[in-house]
């Protein structure tokens, strides 16, 4: 296990904030509505990123065609909890799954996978620490898209305007704080932390 995995995110008492980038018919619906409508598939896994430096690469600043309208969803804490409690990682660890052939077993079942990436800089650089990626599916996507939501927004000129601050080697707008997000020691340990 080590430190260079470690979950950072903004978060505050109601929630915490993941992202997302989307073809603009569906984020552009989402960040109206406050939740996903038509073209938002429940029956496929979607990944949910609290690195917003890991955004911004993942969707070139908003400018990847199918990644255009960039989202910053407000999730419950309960259910980001309760995502990771069954999380399975993407790649088998045997410090952490055991024998080959549990983990198998797990990631063929689990509603949850993690990745460990990466972080980026918001300048794109890579860095020394891992960000997390969690993708959801089966039963977890449906309670993410219409429980654990509190709110969506839609921060594509954000990614714009750091892009361009970048750019101009000027100040960059202000950003939340993303600071270590605890989890359980349970949860750390099927992470890999």
């Known amino acids: 296990m080590t430190r260079e995995r470690e979950i950072r995110a903004a978060f505050d008492d109601e929630g915490l ?16 509505n406050g939740r996903f409508g038509s073209g938002f598939k429940l029956d496929r896994m979607t990944w949910i990123k609290p690195s917003f430096g890991w955004m911004l690469y993942r969707s070139g600043y908003g400018m990847k065609a199918g990644q255009e309208v960039v989202l910053r969803i407000k999730i419950t804490h309960e259910g980001w909890l309760e995502a990771l409690s069954g ?24 509603e949850c996978r993690v990745q460990w990436d990466p972080d980026r800089t918001l300048a794109l650089e890579r860095m020394e620490r891992r960000a997390i990626q969690v993708g959801l ?44 997000y605890e989890v359980p020691p349970e949860i750390a340990q099927r992470l890999g932390m």
Do not use: C, M, N
């Open 17 to 32: 904030y993941v992202y997302q980038a989307y073809r603009p018919e569906i984020g552009a619906y989402a960040a109206k």
């Open 137 to 180: 599916r089966g039963a977890l996507v449906e309670r993410y898209a219409r429980q654990w939501i509190v709110g969506i927004e839609d921060v594509s000129g954000l990614a714009h305007d750091v892009r361009d601050a970048l750019s101009a080697r000027s100040p960059l707008p202000p950003l939340p704080e993303e600071r270590v």
């Open 87 to 110: 999380a399975v990682l993407s790649t088998y660890d045997p410090d952490v799954h055991g024998e080959k052939p549990f983990f198998e077993r797990a990631l063929k079942v689990s």
